[in-house]
């Protein structure tokens, strides 16, 4: 795989994952049956669907691996359902991300969004600061029946203590919005 210039080494990381997947599925297999021959044409489309079954499946195998090998922070920002936390994960030291939704159900155009970080805390009452938090854009407009996002940018200091902290991420402008925020910091 070509090096291409200008991508972080978590980008680059997961290209070379993605490449040795594809590269799994795309080895040329033995085909365990002869695709034409004494079967009629029942066999040979018998054939052709185990074969295309076999490369799905492979496929498959190959993205859980990959899953598996990025572990939680394959899940940075998603939020499974309504309510449910933006997740980061990082590391002391680390700059954790995660992108922000702001979905607008209503028939008007919502603007000028501004979206802060609350301090987070843990369940021991450990708090981080969260002044270091950065949005970009820092302002969203997010259309009538349209979604919108930025992305939340999160320094973890080096020397936090290793657990989950909790916070919100909050909308001001001409509506009020808050969504809840939940940071690993991993060992």
Same mark, same amino acid.
């Given at each position: 795989?070509?090096?291409?210039?200008?991508?972080?080494?978590?980008?680059?990381?997961?290209?070379?994952?993605?490449?040795?997947?594809?590269?799994?599925?795309?080895?040329?297999?033995?085909?365990?049956?002869?695709?034409?021959?004494?079967?009629?044409?029942?066999?040979?489309?018998?054939?052709?669907?185990?074969?295309?079954?076999?490369? $799905?499946? /492979? &496929? @498959?195998?190959?993205?859980?691996? #990959?899953?598996?090998?990025? !572990?939680?922070?394959?899940?940075? =920002?998603? %939020?499974?359902?309504?309510?449910?936390?933006?997740?980061?994960?990082?590391?002391?030291?680390?700059?954790?991300?995660?992108?922000?939704?702001?979905?607008?159900?209503?028939?008007?155009? $919502?603007? /000028? &969004? @501004?979206?802060?970080?609350?301090? #987070?805390?843990?369940?021991? !009452?450990?708090?981080?600061?969260? =002044?270091? %938090?950065?949005?970009?854009?820092?302002?969203?407009?997010?259309?009538?029946?349209?979604?919108?996002?930025?992305?939340?940018?999160?320094?973890?200091?080096?020397?936090?203590?290793?657990?989950?902290?909790?916070?919100?991420?909050?909308?001001?402008?001409?509506?009020?919005?808050?969504?809840?925020?939940?940071?690993?910091?991993?060992?």
């Amino acid at each position: 795989m070509t090096e291409r210039p200008g991508l972080t080494d978590r980008q680059r990381a997961a290209a070379h994952t993605a490449a040795e997947v594809f590269d799994s599925v795309a080895e040329p297999s033995a085909v365990p049956f002869p695709l034409d021959g004494d079967g009629g044409p029942r066999a040979g489309v018998a054939a052709a669907v185990s074969l295309f079954s076999d490369v $799905v499946q /492979r &496929i @498959v195998d190959g993205y859980a691996d #990959l899953a598996e090998r990025a !572990g939680p922070a394959a899940s940075n =920002g998603w %939020a499974g359902a309504v309510g449910e936390p933006i997740t980061l994960h990082g590391r002391p030291g680390e700059t954790a991300v995660a992108s922000v939704w702001i979905h607008n159900m209503g028939s008007r155009p $919502v603007p /000028r &969004i @501004v979206l802060r970080l609350t301090r #987070l805390t843990a369940a021991d !009452g450990t708090e981080l600061a969260a =002044g270091s %938090a950065a949005f970009e854009p820092a302002e969203l407009t997010v259309g009538a029946a349209a979604s919108a996002h930025a992305v939340l940018t999160l320094p973890i200091p080096t020397g936090t203590a290793p657990g989950s902290y909790h916070g919100h991420v909050l909308g001001g402008g001409e509506i009020e919005a808050a969504l809840p925020v939940r940071l690993v910091v991993l060992l």
